[in-house]
């Protein structure tokens, strides 16, 4: 726009200037030989060649305005003294000084411009009254003639004035028009928001991404309109920032979750919003005048995922080193102790004649050798079958079986514990539970890990109780204790391999915290349902979901079948010689 501006004051000063030069010769011949004023006054009415000279070479637009009003200010006062003063025919002229600064668009110039028009006035209207004037240079009878020169070449100078004024408007509106479709054009296919707040956060502008971003209608997000939709939690930092900023504190980020879709949407879902604010300019246009703070809001809910799950994974690499060391020391313990016994009680077998062993001694000794190796064995079971079940090499074999005889039969082994420990085993089941489709032994093995976690955990005089009944298509089974418990804080990790609910340096039993994972596992894979209830120092319900007929759940393959067609008779007889 200053650029147009500067082409039109330069354009109609040359123009100007090089017409009056141009009329110079015209005027030689018409009026003969000129005399001083003359000479003057046309030397005079060249100088604006000068002044667009001068702009073009500073740049200096409203210098050039002030120089072209003083200019003309002295060109209407030289005529006006000269031919009448305040009457004279050029006095009119002073009307364009003001009209002409007012295309400089600067209201300082205009506003000077006015007074410096006024103050010639007032000095004409003075010489005038106090005959300080020479006498008019005009005849008497020319004087119409130069009136209406005067009057028609100021009404031909404002029209031109105003044409320029109306095309330097046409290519301002233009000008603006096309810098409001470049910042519209941005703002729509730009995906980040721009808004504008106020120091209480209330936003006075938001750019039309918002309607994307937020799901939701530009005026439901004016005012308060976002700020009601951040979420509650997140409320405090996000006026924090905004008030921080319109403070003088510097840039801020913030990061919060806005609500989005319509207002009446149930169940409202959240993203997050990383929002950028700065302080505002004060020379802005665009803002109202308590604006104080832009920002600039941008869609992070990829990254706030992205960085869960770096966090989630960090927790879990560190949940798999704990559970190694947790494992390397279980293991340490559960191997060395009947090793150790192994290792001691056949050393003093050897040495049966140095230590005088009778027959019952060498029993005991037999005994307790046979004892921790059975420990050994089942210890390594466990983590074998844990590692086929991890690896998907335990394969379900479904098969019908009576259940009520399997758990009588895991019952009975695990009869002789509970009596050892002092515990009462309490078998409930009734004698018309069906008959059912599954995998018979992995059936017993989740029955004999729940009894034996249940036996182990519960103190002497206690009572562990098992239990079977049908509910729908499923056959359910529990096993109550009166033991330890488990705490509400274990309860989260119940199931996970190597885990025990007591810690390491407090553990009072044996165990490598395999039974409880192998029974989920296979609970699992028979696609059942495994509850665990608990209370510390009352005792402990493990409820197993199995279904009735898991070749319904889990339908079986269809084999393929592949006919074999007979060769024809020629081709045996080919075949038979070929052999020969």
Same mark, same amino acid.
């Not at 082409?7 to 200037?17: A, D, E, M, S």
């Not at 110039?109 to 010639?120: H, W």
């Not at 562990?464 to 359910?476: D, F, I, K, R, Y």
């Not at 067609?565 to 075949?575: C, N, T, V």
């Given at each position: ?7 039109? /004051? =330069? !354009? ?6 090089f ?5 110079f ?13 003359e ?12 002044l667009?000279?001068y702009l073009?070479?500073t ?9 072209s009003?003083?200019?003309?200010a002295?060109?209407v006062?030289?005529?006006a003294?000269?031919? !009448?003063g ?5 006095a ?5 000084? $003001?009209i ?19 103050? #010639? ?12 004037? $020479? ?13 209406a =020169?005067?009057?028609a070449?100021?009404?031909? #100078?404002c ?5 320029m004024t109306?095309?330097?408007g046409?290519?301002?509106?233009g ?9 519209s054009?941005l703002?729509?296919?730009?995906s980040?928001v ?11 502008? =938001? ?11 530009? !005026? ?6 976002? /700020? ?31 609500? #989005? ?11 997050w919003v ?12 665009i ?8 920002a600039v ?14 966090e989630?994974?960090?927790? +879990?690499? +560190? ?7 947790q ?12 090793l150790?016994?192994i ?8 040495r049966e ?10 029993r ?8 921790s190796?059975?420990h050994?064995?089942s ?12 690896s998907?090499?335990?394969? =379900? ?5 009576v259940?009520r005889e399997?758990?009588?039969? #895991?019952s ?10 002092g ?8 004698e018309n539970?069906?008959?059912?489709? !599954? ?24 009572s ?6 049908? +509910? ?5 089974l529990?096993?109550e204790?009166?033991?330890v418990?488990?705490?509400p804080?274990?309860m ?9 609910? +007591?810690k ?7 165990g ?8 989920k ?7 059942g ?7 510390v120092?009352v005792?402990?319900?493990i409820?197993v979901?199995l279904?009735l007929?898991?070749?319904k759940?889990v ?9 074999l ?11 038979i010689?070929r052999s020969?």
């Open positions: 726009m200053m650029a147009e501006r500067h082409r039109v /004051f =330069i !354009g109609t000063r040359l123009l100007g200037g017409v009056l030069l141009a009329s010769p015209i005027y030689l011949a018409v009026r003969g030989a000129p005399g001083l004023l000479v003057a006054c046309f030397a005079w009415l060249t100088v604006p060649i000068l667009a000279y073009s070479r740049g200096r637009y409203e210098d050039a305005h002030c120089l009003s003083v200019l003309l002295g060109v006062m030289l005529v003294i000269n031919t !009448g305040i009457a004279s025919f050029a009119v002229w002073l009307v364009a000084i $003001p002409e600064a007012a295309l400089s668009g600067s209201r300082r110039i205009v506003a000077g411009a006015t007074a410096l028009s006024l103050m #010639c006035v007032l000095l004409l209207i003075g010489a005038s009254t106090g005959d300080f004037l $020479p006498a008019s240079k005009i005849p008497q009878q020319l004087n119409s003639v130069f009136e =020169i005067g009057i070449s100021v009404v031909l #100078c029209a031109t004035l105003a044409f109306e095309m330097l046409s290519t301002s509106r000008l603006l028009s096309a810098e409001e479709r470049r910042y054009l703002a729509r296919n730009m980040d721009i808004s504008l707040h106020r120091r209480n956060g209330a936003i006075e502008f =938001i750019s039309p991404a918002a309607q994307a971003l937020f799901g939701t209608q530009l !005026g439901q997000l004016a005012g308060h309109g976002l /700020f009601d939709r951040v979420h509650v939690a997140d409320r405090p930092a996000y006026l924090t920032a905004i008030a921080e900023v319109a403070r003088g504190a510097g840039d801020r980020d913030v990061e919060f979750r806005v609500r #989005c879709g319509a207002d009446e949407q149930v169940g409202p879902s959240f993203i990383e929002m950028r604010c700065r302080p505002l300019e004060r020379n802005a246009d803002s109202g005048p308590d604006a104080e703070v832009v809001l941008r869609d992070i809910t990829e990254r706030k995922a992205q960085e869960q799950a770096l989630d994974a960090r927790r +879990e690499a +560190e949940r798999a080193h704990a559970a190694k060391s494992f390397l020391s279980t293991m340490s313990h559960e191997l060395r102790t009947p150790n016994a290792i001691g009680f056949s050393e003093m077998m050897v004649a140095e230590l005088n062993l009778d027959a019952e001694r060498r005991e000794y037999a005994q307790l050798i046979n004892d190796g059975q050994l064995l210890v390594v079971n466990g983590i074998l079958d844990m590692s086929k079940i991890e998907g090499g335990f394969e =379900i074999s479904a098969e019908p079986f259940p399997a758990i009588v039969s #895991c009975n082994l695990m009869a002789l514990k509970a009596r050892e420990g515990l009462d085993l309490v078998v409930n089941v009734p539970l069906p008959d059912m489709v !599954g995998d018979r032994r992995a059936f017993k093995q989740i029955l004999l890990n729940l009894l034996s976690n249940a036996i182990k955990f519960t103190e002497r005089g206690g562990v109780t098992v239990s079977a009944s049908v +509910e729908g298509a499923n056959l359910a529990r096993v204790d009166t033991g418990g488990i705490a804080d274990d989260k990790r119940l199931g996970d391999p190597f885990f025990q609910a +007591e390491t340096y407090r553990r009072r039993h044996e490598t915290g395999l039974g409880l994972s192998i029974v596992a296979l609970v699992a894979m028979h696609h349902e495994m509850n665990v209830q608990s209370k120092d005792g402990t319900t409820s979901k279904p007929d898991l070749d759940v339908p079986k393959p269809s084999p393929v079948v592949t006919t067609m007979p060769k024809s008779k020629e081709q045996s007889e080919q075949r010689k020969a």
